[in-house]
């Protein structure tokens, strides 16, 4: 029997959703159970990048989050009090609930994961926090072994864009939000994000997962980056950092059995040292740094935003309830297994051959200092069809001349050709390195 779900809203992360979900050749097998049942949306007249069954669209969400036949709602409307409304309505007929939404679970998580534990149902989250980087689930999961110390991040695409444009051309605030805002990387109303108040509920939800609490989120300090200036980020640079929103949440207090930690949970532009692990990271990517005892320190890069990656989070969650309600569908027979922990595998993949891969590579030959042995070398490329990024003679090791070749992509076969026949030449002396450019 395949699970049934309804997806509200179909706008970026919906149609991305959608897509990922029909064309689920190559992903998980468990996806093929996947069937949509109703999306709801606002207006029908507008036109959609995604194809689905006439009758599946509907501008009556109450009816997909109360309909008995559908196990599954996947909340991408985005907002607050819709939203709010709908997911607890979804709860409150037994539905699992999925959401990309952090502006409703920062404010209302109490509320609805309450409602959840009460109704016997999940509420899952990935894509609320750093579009397609997986972090909710490893914080709830492979982490949680840990005695998490900080959790900190770049969790607003907008914003990083901003400063890192900022950075790299020396430009203003203004200038790079307006032109941010006509590529379509800043929302019409940016309010949110550069105010840090995105940041802020993504922290709140990090922090509560880390540190195993709830969080407040009108407690949640969030400073933006309007009065970041040109000439802070020049300063920066010259001593040494780079200036970043960062969303940052810390154990204030020792760990204690009896009572839940004090917390430091923030959001502020920061002087972030060049050697920092989150001082490279740059544009509209995301990464969060998590460090706990006793692993140390990891930290998960990935793209923030867009449909594709933001569907691949959402869709994750999906896939984690569809194996729940599979495992509990089987639990009367033997295959009760949940399939996402037992090995499904039965085939072999096929390795391809290395001699068959392509790759670039770069090579240093040791010659006798002759000439025309770069001629020779270049005419012997030539003969297997291994064509030359560059080729440079970089000096002398004693009485031999050394020259560095890199290729564009070659077969490795036609390349080991080549230098089989080089080896051959009376000016090589030896090829000390070999190796493959990624
Ligand atoms: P969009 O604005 O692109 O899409 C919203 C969709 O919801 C539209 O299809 C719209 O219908 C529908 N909708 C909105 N309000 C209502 C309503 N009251 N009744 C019925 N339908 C409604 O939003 P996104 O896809 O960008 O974002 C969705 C959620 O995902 C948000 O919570 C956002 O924060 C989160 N998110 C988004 C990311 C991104 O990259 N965009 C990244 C990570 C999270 P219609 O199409 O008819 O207008
Ligand atoms: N506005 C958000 C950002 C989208 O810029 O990161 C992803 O949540």
Redesign the pocket.
Known sequence: MGIKIGILGLGTVGAGTVQLLLDNVGRHPLLKEVEICRVGVKSLDKPRTVELPVGIITTDLEAIVTDPQIDIIVELIGGIDRARELILKAIANGKHVVTAN?AVISRFGAEIFTAANQAGVYVMLEAAVG?GIPVIQPLKQSLSVNRINTVMGI?????NYILTRMQTEGSSFDDVLADAQQLGYA?ADPT??VEGW?AAD?IAILASLAFGGRINRDEVFSEGIRQVSKTDISYADKLGFVIKLLAIAKRCSPVSPSSTPTLSVRVHPTFVPKTHPLASING?Y?AILVEGEPLGQVMFFGP??GAGA?ASAVSSDILNLVAHLKSRQNSDTNSHLDPLLACSHQDYCQIAPVSELEARFYARFLTRDQSGVIGKLGTCFGKYGVSLESVVQTGFQGELAEIVVVTHDVQEGKFKQALDEIRTFEAIHSIPSLLRVI
């Open positions: 952090k579009g969790v607003n695409g907008t914003t929302e949110a994000d995105d993504k509209v995301n923030g935003a933001t």
